[in-house]
């Protein structure tokens, strides 16, 4: 499995599907745009709202996955990475992710108190092509 082709292909996706769990400790999912920003395979940057109710089930419990994948007429790929999720609100990673047409979800700009990081620290992962599953650690 080539690591830098996973990689590439997550930059290709439009949409991530980041996970929670919730205070029953079952698992929550919901599709997000894709990560603002991306360290390798190790390190994921999302933007959110400070007062939703993912942020509170990340404050909660920080264990998390995402997962990508493109559906195409013959041929399915998916990437689930599993690790963990914080919640950063310091301006130092806020002015990191922040662009131009984010206003149009944070009113306040880059320093609305309703806005909010999502860093996501990956661990392990598994990718699916072909009929295949492989797991892999991120070091």
Same mark, same amino acid.
Request: proline fraction near 2%.
């Given at each position: 499995?080539?690591?830098?082709?996973?990689?590439? &292909?997550?930059?290709?996706?439009?949409?991530?599907?980041?996970?929670?769990?919730?205070?029953?400790?079952?698992?929550?999912?919901?599709?997000?745009?894709?990560?603002?920003?991306?360290? /390798?395979?190790?390190?994921?940057? &999302?933007?959110?709202?400070?007062?939703?109710?993912?942020?509170?089930?990340?404050?909660?419990?920080?264990?998390?996955?995402?997962? &990508?994948?493109?559906? /195409?007429?013959?041929?399915?790929?998916? !990437?689930?990475?599993?690790?963990?999720?914080?919640?950063?609100?310091?301006?130092?990673?806020?002015?990191?992710?922040?662009?131009?047409?984010?206003?149009?979800?944070?009113?306040?700009? !880059?320093?609305?108190?309703?806005?909010?990081?999502?860093?996501?620290?990956?661990?392990? /992962?598994?990718?699916?092509?072909?009929?295949?599953?492989?797991?892999?650690?991120?070091?």
């Amino acid at each position: 499995m080539n690591l830098k082709k996973i990689e590439e &292909f997550i930059d290709k996706q439009k949409v991530c599907f980041i996970c929670s769990i919730d205070d029953e400790n079952y698992p929550n999912v919901k599709a997000m745009l894709k990560p603002k920003k991306r360290i /390798g395979l190790k390190e994921f940057y &999302f933007s959110t709202n400070t007062s939703s109710m993912r942020v509170k089930q990340y404050q909660n419990n920080t264990k998390a996955s995402i997962y &990508f994948y493109h559906k /195409g007429l013959v041929k399915y790929v998916g !990437v689930m990475l599993k690790g963990k999720m914080e919640v950063l609100i310091d301006q130092e990673h806020k002015n990191m992710i922040w662009k131009t047409g984010d206003t149009i979800y944070y009113k306040k700009g !880059v320093t609305d108190p309703d806005y909010c990081v999502l860093k996501f620290t990956a661990t392990s /992962g598994r990718y699916y092509c072909d009929l295949k599953t492989e797991s892999f650690d991120i070091e």
